[in-house]
Every structure is written in structure tokens, then in C-alpha cells.
């Protein structure tokens, strides 16, 4: 098994603060990970230089054996946690974007799994509720054929309706050439979908193994473990 | 690249399209009273042109800050582009704007006062002086914003903070121009060859500052380049 | 399908015992077409390699079989029935005797007690 995703010892330090000490971490192909953590523990951060924007101060991280750069950003579907589409798009405006920049973009796809979403392309970007952009922004990451998806709280501020919703598009459209790295901290609605989990805390990995493997020897579900983890 | 170029126009149309409206109206407007204002008029009419020229301007600097400064750079970063790409793309945007707003200027302008001082000019300069000059503002707009994109980035990576990041771009701007106007003065009093454009009129420029603006152009554009792609953390 | 996961212990296990408890019951008959491993996914709303872990575990076992291309099947091994029935009867019976003794119950409690509530729970039943 190949690891799509290699990091060690990565650090990234600002002025005032050291976002990530030393974390080591790797993702096989196939895998689904859980990156796990409290706000401000590391996880965005380390998903940031994955995905390229941002830049470790040491350590390394590859993905696909390259460090981040114009290659690895074609090969990884990067899921932000900010509002990124452009104010004056329509849904289908977006939709043509992707598939204007990214060469592994499926339109078909994009336009069924618009459809599973009830998302109408002619809406615009800017008149959609916070669970709507958070789905539009899925159906956009999910369509591409990447190696790697990198997902910063799917779940984030969605209605419980919604959250089933993107559950199942993540599982319907997630394929075993590819992986994916999902970060929350509700562990609860998606723990089951995860095969493998990383704890991180204080810019560290303190914890990583299979899912199974944890309930089993722990006797505990990864909700409880995380609870225990950071109390 | 020509992707790039595409989103950037269109998602600056309203701005461009705001600018050339208020610009016709503005002169349709000044044409009823060419009569009883006299040379106020295409006075007036070239303010307009000046005014909706800094407004694209300014417009054309947000295409670099507002990548560096809002969440939409999230989506531009994480495109499969490289820093020169993403660089020249924004540069060629701000070329494509700015005419677009000069040649609606300047045509309202000549309609406005029935193309006399359009046939002045032609009579004094021939046209492949004239080809010159509107190079020359092209490449004075393109190096300027080069040099501005530059500062942005460098205040964008060096001082992380949002609104001391904007004005440390402003201080690094203020002083890069000085050491910049400063070093082309001392080359041009190094080297005083100087080149004649054509040969009746005495338009003339100095070699010397020539060569130094092309190189800093190109030293800036490969930093700039090379920082968006290498440096700058979202 | 309708499934309520205990988090606390592996999801393939469950996913196993399910697949037994459908065949044990005859709601599973010999050669049944079980879904897809994407399908099953979708439904329970777990990863599809969980799925695929289950299976494969269930194939190992003679459980079900897999036919390239066209999916897995339920097994029509002789007495797999019964020997399902077997196997399930005596995982509860160990657990709720070994859960008794922990009470602490001696043997002959345990089976008094067995034969008193056996008929009460049949009325329920």
C-alpha cells in the first residue's frame, strides 16, 4: 500500500504562537481519515499546507512523493472552511469554474450530485443558506477525480437533514484509488465512515490507529476516546 | 492563463460596465451644454476620462489584494497555477480594463468636441509616434502595477496582521520608490546616452534608465511570482 | 436494512452478526444476491472498506460467496443453517452466564431461574 500523504515533524510557527509542533502523519490510498481535535488544536492549519496556501516554517510534508505545489493542487479536492466562490456566481457559473481549472472535473457528476443535493444551478451563489453553500462547496470537491480530498468540517454548522445528505455523498463518490482526510468535531455523526483516526492536539498527533482496531482494544467508540482525550 | 483572465473580467464587469456608463452619460450630458459652456465642456469631459481612469485603477489594484486578503483567495491559490501565471494573468486583466475604460474615454471625449483636437494632434505627430506613446502608458501601467503587486505581497508575507499588513504595503511601496527613482536619476547621470524616438520632434529617452526599468520590471515580476507561489499563507 | 450500531465495538463485527442473524432467521436464503458493498455502504452510512472487511471476513468463514462480476451470495453450505443457530444460541447463552456468575449466582440458580422466567417470557413473546 502506497501512502498518498506523508507528513513528519511538521511545524508551523507565527509570531506569537506555534500552530503545529512536530506532527507526524500518513494516509494510505484508499483510506478515509478522521483528523480529530478540538478548535485551534492544529487541524486546519495542517490541512492548509496540504493543501498548498499555506507553508510549513519545518518539517516536511508530501503528497504523492511532491511537495505541495502546482502539481499536488491538481491531484488534491480541497474542501475550505471559508466562503470562497466569487460573489457574483451562479451555481452553474461554479460549476463551470472547476471545470475550466481542474482537468479531473466530472460536469456530470457535478450536475447529479446537484441534483441529490436539490441545489438548482441557475441560483446564485450569494442567496444560498450557510447548509446550501456548505453542500454546493461539496458537490464541487466531490465531482473532481482526485487523489487525495482534503474536507475541513463538512458538517459544520449544517441541519441534521443536511448532514445525512453530505454523509452519503461523501460515501456514494468516494472511491478506493483515492483517499480522503476529514476534520471534526462531531465525531459522533461520521465516526463510521472513518477506517482510520488521528487525535491531534496542541499542534500534535498524540493518537493514531485504525477505527476498528481503537473500539476493540479500547472497548470505547471513537466519540468516547475522543471525549477522554481532550476532556 | 486565459481562464484566469476570463473570471477576473467577468468578475469586474460591473465595475468596468459602471465606469464606462457614468463616463457616456457623463458626456451625453456635457454635449447639450457644449453651446452655452463653451470650453468648459470638453474640460469637464476630460476630468471625467481622468477620474473614471484612476477609478479603474484602483479597481485593478484589488485584483492582487483581494486575493491576499479575503477568503476568495482560498479559491485562487488552490488552483493548479503557477505564481507567473497567476501574476501575468492579473497584469494582462488590469491592461484589458484600463483600455477598455481609456477607449470609451477618449472616443466620448472626441465626440464631444467633433474630433478637433483629435485632428490637432494628428496634425502635429505621425501615427507610429502616437502607436509609441500609447505603448509607452501601457508599459508605465503595467510596470507600476507590477511594482505595486510586489509591495502588496511582500507587506502581505511580512507583517501577517490585515490591516497593518495593507499600510506596511504602503510604507514598503513609499520607500521602494524612493531607492527606485533614486538609483534610475543616478543611472541616468551615469550613463546620459540618450536615444531619439523620431527625428523632427525631440522626443527623446535615456538608455540607461530604459534598460534599468526592464530588468526591475522583470526582477519584480519573477518575485512577485514567486512569492505568490512559494510564500504567501492564507 | 435498519441497524443500530453499538459504536464501542467494531463496526465489521456487527455488520457480520447482522448478516448471520439474517441467514439464521431464513430472512437470507441460499445463493440470495446480499447488496453491493456501495449500497450497503450508503445505507448504513459506514465506509465502504468496513463493508468490504465484513464480507470478506463472512467469505472466509464459507458464509457467502463472491461471483466475479456479479456480487456476493449467501453460501449454501449443508446445516449452515443450524450451525449458524448453534453458534449464535451459544455466544448469548455464554454471555448471560458468565454475566449471572458476576451477579453471583451459583449453577443451580441460574438454571432455577432460567426455567421460572422462561415461561413468563413467553407470554410476553
Not at chain 1, 84 to 112: G, P, R, T
Not at chain 1, 117 to 135: I, Q, R
Not at chain 2, 18 to 44: E, H, R, Y
Amino acid at each position: 500500500m502506497y501512502n498518498v500523504l506523508e507528513a513528519e515533524n511538521l511545524c508551523k510557527s507565527y509570531l506569537n504562537k506555534r500552530a503545529l509542533q512536530g506532527a507526524t502523519l500518513t494516509i494510505q490510498q484508499g483510506k478515509i481519515l478522521g483528523l480529530l481535535g478540538p478548535n485551534g488544536s492544529g487541524k486546519t492549519t495542517f490541512l492548509k499546507i496540504a493543501a498548498g496556501i499555506l507553508h510549513p516554517s519545518s518539517g516536511k510534508l508530501l503528497i504523492d512523493g511532491q511537495k505541495p505545489g502546482v502539481y499536488t493542487k491538481s491531484i488534491v479536492s480541497y474542501l475550505p472552511d471559508t466562503e470562497y466562490l466569487f460573489k457574483w456566481m451562479k451555481i452553474k457559473d461554479a460549476v463551470q469554474y472547476f471545470k475550466d481549472f481542474y482537468s479531473d472535473f466530472d460536469e456530470k457528476k457535478a450536475f447529479a450530485l446537484l441534483e441529490f443535493m436539490k441545489l438548482d444551478a441557475n441560483s446564485s451563489v450569494k442567496s444560498l443558506s450557510k447548509g446550501m453553500k456548505e453542500k454546493l462547496k461539496l458537490t464541487l470537491v466531490l465531482s473532481r477525480k482526485a487523489k487525495l480530498y482534503i474536507l475541513d468540517e463538512p458538517l459544520g454548522g449544517v441541519d441534521p437533514t443536511a448532514r445525512e445528505k453530505i454523509l452519503d455523498a461523501i460515501i456514494n463518490n468516494f472511491s478506493e484509488n483515492s483517499s480522503m482526510i476529514i476534520t471534526t468535531h462531531l465525531v459522533n455523526d461520521i465516526e463510521r465512515i472513518f477506517d482510520e483516526v488521528a487525535f491531534i492536539s496542541d499542534g500534535e498527533i498524540v493518537l493514531q490507529g485504525n477505527a476498528e482496531e481503537l473500539r476493540s482494544n479500547k472497548n470505547k467508540s471513537i466519540d468516547e476516546l475522543y471525549r477522554e482525550v481532550f476532556q | 492563463m486565459f481562464h484566469l483572465i476570463k473570471y477576473e473580467l467577468r468578475g469586474k464587469l460591473l465595475t468596468i460596465l459602471g465606469i464606462c456608463l457614468t463616463v457616456i452619460i457623463g458626456n451625453l450630458f456635457l454635449m447639450t451644454k457644449v453651446d452655452s459652456w463653451q470650453i468648459g465642456a470638453p474640460v469637464l469631459s476630460g476630468f471625467l476620462g481622468g477620474g473614471a481612469l484612476v477609478v479603474i485603477c484602483i479597481a485593478s489594484l484589488t485584483l492582487m489584494s483581494d486575493y491576499l486578503y479575503d477568503d476568495q483567495g482560498y479559491l485562487l491559490f488552490t488552483l493548479p497555477q503557477s505564481g507567473v501565471s497567476i501574476m501575468a494573468s492579473r497584469l494582462i486583466t488590469a491592461v484589458i480594463q484600463i483600455s477598455i475604460v481609456m477607449t470609451v474615454s477618449v472616443s466620448m471625449f472626441c465626440l464631444l468636441d467633433q474630433g478637433r483636437l483629435l485632428n490637432a494632434i494628428l496634425q502635429q505627430v505621425e501615427i507610429h509616434e502616437l502607436l509609441y506613446f500609447i505603448l509607452m502608458h501601457l508599459w508605465t501601467v503595467v510596470s507600476t502595477l507590477t511594482f505595486m503587486y510586489f509591495c502588496m505581497v511582500v507587506g502581505r508575507i511580512a507583517l501577517k496582521g490585515n490591516k497593518v499588513g495593507k499600510i506596511g504595503s504602503f510604507i514598503i511601496f513609499f520607500l521602494l520608490s524612493i531607492a527606485r527613482t533614486g538609483l534610475s536619476v543616478a543611472i541616468a547621470n551615469l550613463f546620459p546616452q540618450m536615444v531619439q524616438i523620431h527625428s523632427v520632434t525631440t522626443m527623446t529617452m535615456n538608455v540607461g534608465s530604459m534598460i534599468f526599468d526592464i530588468v526591475t520590471f522583470g526582477i519584480l515580476f519573477m518575485a512577485t511570482s514567486y512569492l505568490l507561489e512559494h510564500k504567501v499563507d492564507l | 436494512m435498519d441497524l443500530e450500531f453499538d459504536d464501542k465495538m467494531p463496526i465489521y463485527l456487527q455488520i457480520m452478526d447482522h448478516i448471520k442473524m439474517d441467514i439464521a432467521t431464513e430472512k437470507l436464503k441460499a445463493n440470495d444476491k446480499l447488496p453491493s458493498v456501495r449500497e450497503m455502504a450508503t445505507m448504513l452510512k459506514v465506509n465502504p472498506n468496513t463493508l468490504q472487511r465484513a464480507y470478506q471476513e463472512l467469505e472466509r468463514l464459507g458464509i457467502v460467496y463472491t461471483q466475479r462480476g456479479m456480487g456476493t451470495f449467501v453460501g449454501e453450505r449443508k446445516h449452515m443453517i443450524d450451525d449458524l443457530k448453534q453458534e449464535m444460541a451459544k455466544e448469548v447463552i455464554d454471555s448471560f452466564i458468565l454475566r449471572m456468575k458476576r451477579l453471583g449466582f451459583s449453577e443451580e440458580e441460574i438454571i432455577w431461574s432460567i426455567s421460572k422466567n422462561i415461561t413468563e417470557v413467553n407470554k410476553h413473546v
